[in-house]
């Protein structure tokens, strides 16, 4: 039940991250950034 309402609720976006980092960095998509709307959220109750 947690499980299946968490994954409505949290978006993950992967792309590329910048700075230094050598030949790999400019390749891969290593940054990862998660989204969650705590206003919106019917996993946490007031």
Known sequence: M???ILQ???HFH???SG???GQ???KR???AEL???IHDSD???P
Do not use: Q
Request: net charge neutral; aromatic share 16%.
């Open 8 to 10: 409505k609720e949290v």
């Open 24 to 26: 790999n960095v400019n």
């Open 29 to 31: 998509e290593t940054k």
């Open 35 to 37: 989204y969650f709307n």
């Open 2 to 4: 947690i499980d299946a």
């Open 14 to 16: 992967f792309s590329k």
């Open 43 to 45: 996993f946490l109750t």
């Open 19 to 21: 700075g230094h980092g």
